[in-house]
């Protein structure tokens, strides 16, 4: 059972936008708080940026000022909006739902790929 679908990403040159969406499962996505990760070609995937079901965030330092997550209740989807990319934000964006140690619970998705560069 597919349980997010990420969109939006795409290449986009340094100092450039891009809003991410992600469509949860709508058990997942009303029962627990959300969250952003990345995996950088290389790399550990990481979180960037977490919402809570009350509405507070977090955000990794490295996109602190410039990411930005949101969730719309009506539509069981999570944003990433992300302004002044960077091509150390390139990488694979995937989004899911984490308990309360910060553990993603729900299946991975497909991910949607981001590429910064000029």
């Known amino acids: 059972q597919v349980q997010f679908v990420e969109s939006g990403g795409e290449l986009v040159q340094p100092g450039g936008s891009l809003r991410l969406s992600c469509v949860a499962h709508?058990?997942?996505?009303?029962?627990?708080?959300m969250a952003w990760y990345r995996r950088a070609p290389g790399k550990n995937r990481e979180s960037v940026a977490t919402m809570a079901t009350g509405g507070s965030t977090n955000y990794v330092d490295s996109v602190k000022g410039r990411f930005t997550i949101s969730r719309d209740k009506e539509k069981n989807t999570v944003y990433l909006q992300m302004n002044d990319l960077k091509p150390e934000d390139t990488a694979v964006y995937y989004c899911?739902?984490?308990?309360?140690?910060?553990?993603?619970?729900?299946?991975w998705g497909q991910g949607t790929q981001v590429t910064v560069s000029s």
């Open positions: 709508r058990a997942l996505f009303s029962r627990y708080d």
């Open positions: 899911n739902a984490i308990d309360w140690r910060g553990r993603p619970v729900g299946s």
